[in-house]
Nanobody
Framework: QVQLVESGGGLVQAGGSLRLSCAAS????????MGWFRQAPGKEREFVAA????????DYADSVKGRFTISRDNAKNTVNLQMNSLKPEDTAVYYC???????????????WGKGTLVTVSS
């Protein structure tokens, strides 16, 4: 059974940084994309960033480009999201996801974590 567990969320002031981590288990993830999505209160879940198995291909939402960095450690089956220059509008529950195909649409991803809350105060 595939399991994704996020960690690293919390409360931070605007302009600060947080590092989210996601540990994956339950199968072999060779060839799988890993990604991050977020859902703010009252809004739909949206794409944040994704990374290919090799790490060569990385994609970011325009709203986080230049501030967030996604990385992965295949030996440990983990994916990280370094978030810098945080803004109040980054406040959301952040979800880790994995799938063979990747992409920016929620429905393209098969496996999901339960999320970790990030709150950015102004």
């Amino acid at each position: 059974q595939v399991q994704l567990v996020e960690s690293g969320g919390g409360l931070v002031q605007a302009g600060g940084s947080l590092r989210l981590s996601c540990a994956a288990s339950g199968r072999t993830f060779a060839g799988y994309f890993m990604g991050w999505f977020r859902q703010a209160p009252g809004k739909e879940r949206e794409f944040v960033a994704a990374i290919s198995w090799s790490g060569i291909s990385r994609d970011y939402a325009d709203s986080v480009k230049g501030r967030f960095t996604i990385s992965r450690d295949n030996a440990k089956n983990t994916v990280n999201l370094q978030m810098n220059s945080l803004k109040p509008e980054d406040t959301a529950v952040y979800y880790c996801a994995t799938d063979r195909g990747g992409g920016r649409t929620v429905t393209a991803w098969t496996y999901w974590g339960k999320g970790t809350l990030v709150t950015v105060s102004s």
